[in-house]
């Protein structure tokens, strides 16, 4: 069943940089189960602490639009991408190792995810490896072949990306 949002998606690039020993110690961690620590207690603030911690924002649609060919201009050719969708204070989103770029490109990583802060937990794929991501110049990020979390082009302003479950696991 699918479930239609109106989102504010939120691109999050990885960045290591800092020195500090506890800091040093999560940075080595792979990056599921650094998400999976900073989910636990399912606090939005500790979660956004984490973010701005450890990763560099890259493309924001409150700064930079909500257009789709926006998204790839400012998030192709990056690798280890987060995507963050605010919906109504609630957050989610996916991870992917692999880069944006190609048009209509189906991508496999095993250690692509998708997580909820609500829920506190991370969901790994779980089927359909090859599809763990869609490069679509038309759209913004897709999460497997269902389309488990798609991003359409001009986010803010329809309600054409959804959350479906087929791929990802429960």
């Known amino acids: 069943r699918k479930s239609l949002i109106k989102v504010k998606v939120h ?4 960045v290591c940089y800092q020195a500090i020993y506890e800091i040093e110690r999560i940075k080595k961690l792979p990056f599921k189960e ?7 207690g399912k606090d939005v603030s500790k979660f956004k602490d984490y973010l701005s911690t450890y990763w560099t924002l890259i493309f924001d649609t409150l700064r930079d639009g909500d257009r789709a060919s926006t998204f790839h201009s400012m998030c192709d050719n990056k690798l280890n991408t987060l995507i963050v969708i605010n919906i109504n204070g609630r957050l989610i989103g996916g991870f992917t190792k692999l880069s944006w ?4 490109i189906w991508k496999e990583d095993r250690e692509a995810f998708l997580f909820s802060v609500e829920l506190g937990k991370v969901i790994p794929i779980d089927a359909n490896f090859g599809n763990a ?6 759209y913004g990020p897709i999460f497997g072949s269902g389309r488990d979390l798609i991003i359409a082009d001009s986010c803010t302003s329809n309600k054409s990306s959804h ?7 429960t």
């Open 11 to 14: 691109i999050i690039h990885r």
């Open 34 to 40: 650094q998400v999976q620590l900073a989910l636990i």
């Open 101 to 104: 770029d190609g048009n209509g």
């Open 133 to 138: 991501i869609c490069c679509s110049n038309s």
């Open 163 to 169: 959350v479906n479950k087929s791929c990802y696991g």
